[in-house]
């Protein structure tokens, strides 16, 4: 409802981390296209954003950093996975190794 600054969400957006694997073999829902993704959600700067799964966000400074955060969040996973995958690290290991900066973890 681009008319009245509305952006559904959909599932591209959660209060929690999301998740960037299947458990069921279903396609990956969010991956490094996922993130470039809530970009175009930032530029149309909605004033309300509504979630599938979470209540309302409302206000253009407030939608515009929880996205942002939650784009640099993707990414940041992502870019560190690649890393340790070109350095030959274990699937095991590198989950155990990534951690997010605390400007991500503690928003």
Do not use: W
């Amino acid at each position: 409802m681009p008319q009245h600054k509305i952006l559904f969400a959909a599932d591209n957006y959660y209060e929690s981390f999301p998740n960037l694997y299947t458990l069921q073999g279903a396609p990956i829902e969010m991956s490094y296209n996922g993130a470039k993704s809530i970009d175009v959600m930032v530029e149309l700067s909605p004033d309300i954003m509504v979630p599938s799964h979470t209540l309302p966000v409302y206000g253009a400074d407030e939608i515009k950093t929880r996205l942002t955060n939650y784009r640099d969040a993707i990414q940041y996973v992502h870019d560190q996975t690649v890393r340790l995958m070109m350095k030959n690290y274990h699937p095991e290991v590198i989950a155990k190794s990534i951690q997010l900066p605390s400007n991500l973890r503690d928003c």
